[in-house]
């Protein structure tokens, strides 16, 4: 049976990280949007259960302020996966991207057979050849799901990033120390996990709360100015 759990009574399970890594379970989180401090739109993360160890992870945003929310903010990611041990496994992964005049879809495939990812529709002609495959290869949102699974306070955190038809090694910094957050007018415990720069102009800083199963902040940043900024509202998990 799922059960809703309120944001503000989860917050309070923020003071201690020595637990070990809970077992992946289904869960449906809402955020808010915002950028440059103003709400932009919503979002919605879930993770739901297929047969077997089949798992697919989904994040959805929506414009609510007009065209230039709905040009900034109205995408769909979807990547279904498998889990190897204690591995998330990539299998499919796709991105739908709308905005006013012009939308973008993506496709990709992680063959494990041949232990090759390749891409298809609206992808750039240097990222349509087909991308060598390691263990442990991870899309973006399967990357948040293990820095919840993995963080610890005063860690360094390594994952590969194959996704859009490329490959990236990230580095990922685990504050010494849980910090003071405010999300949705409410303080709160959490670590703050920060993405090392190697190479580019983009930058990720997630937040984790203990016992959340999925991130409660979540900042993009481009050449130094917020793209986006999820911030959780509240969270159905299973129980």
């Known amino acids: 049976m799922k ?13 201690a990280f020595a637990a070990p890594a809970a077992a992946l ?3 449906v989180a809402n955020y808010q949007v915002f950028k440059d401090g103003k709400v932009l739109g919503e979002a919605t993360m879930q993770v739901v259960h297929g047969d077997g160890t089949r798992w697919r992870v989904d994040l959805g945003m929506r414009g609510t302020r007009g065209l230039v929310g709905l040009a900034g903010v109205n995408a769909q990611q979807s990547t279904v996966f ?7 496994r990539p299998l499919s992964q796709s991105t ?20 090759t990812a390749r891409w298809t529709g609206d992808v750039k002609k240097n990222r349509r050849s087909p991308v060598p495959l390691k263990d442990g290869d ?5 990357i948040n ?33 849980l910090e003071g957050t405010v999300v949705d007018g409410m303080s709160f415990s959490a670590m703050r ?31 130094g100015e917020d793209t986006f900024d999820l911030r959780l509202v509240d969270y159905k998990g299973a129980q």
Do not use: C
Not at 201 to 223: A, F, S
């Open 193 to 223: 996990v920060s993405r090392v720069q190697s190479g580019g102009n983009d930058e990720t800083v997630v937040w984790v709360v203990d016992g959340v199963p999925t991130p409660v902040r979540i900042l993009q940043r481009d050449n």
């Open 25 to 27: 379970e289904p869960f």
């Open 145 to 177: 799901l293990a820095i919840v699974r993995d963080a610890q306070p005063g860690q360094t955190l390594h994952y590969r990033f194959v996704d859009n038809g490329r490959a990236r090694d990230y580095q990922y910094a685990v504050a010494p120390e």
């Open 82 to 88: 498998d889990t190897v041990g204690n591995a998330y």
């Open 96 to 115: 739908v991207r709308k905005a006013v005049f012009m939308g973008k879809e993506m496709t990709g495939t992680y063959d494990w057979s041949t232990r």
């Open 3 to 15: 059960q809703v759990f309120p944001v503000m009574g989860v917050f309070l399970l923020g003071a």
């Open 138 to 142: 991870m899309s973006g949102l399967l």
